[in-house]
Nanobody, 126 residues
């Protein structure tokens, strides 16, 4: 399993930017697709963005397309989520996750992921 630790959350104003980081342990990080999910109060956890293990393709929820960018640096065992033009509705706890299977594409379902971080809070004020 891959251990994941998120960082970079905080309180920002609408229109601001934040970059979340997710540091992974283990030398096999590069074999796994990675995803970002978020959970707002009273709502279910939802897919935000994913990146294949080869970084050849990325996937986004419609609500964040054009504003968020997922990337990874396998040399640093880290995946990032650059969030621009933040809106109050982006307020949530953000989780990174590693795919259940190695050498897989990034799924959009929680069931596609086997390792999760503890989450980092992002709050966007209006």
């Amino acid at each position: 399993q891959v251990q994941l630790v998120e960082s970079g959350g905080g309180l920002v104003q609408a229109g601001d930017s934040l970059r979340l980081s997710c540091a992974a342990s283990g030398r096999t990080f590069g074999r796994y697709a990675m995803g970002w999910f978020r959970q707002a109060p009273g709502k279910e956890r939802e897919f935000v963005a994913g990146i294949n293990w080869r970084s050849d393709r990325t996937y986004y929820a419609d609500s964040v397309k054009g504003r968020f960018t997922i990337s990874r640096d396998n040399a640093k065992n880290t995946v990032y989520l650059q969030m621009n033009s933040l809106k109050p509705e982006d307020t949530a706890v953000y989780y990174c996750a590693a795919s259940l299977l190695a050498f897989s594409v990034a799924g959009t379902s929680q069931a596609d992921y086997g390792s999760w971080g503890q989450g980092t809070q992002v709050t966007v004020s209006s």
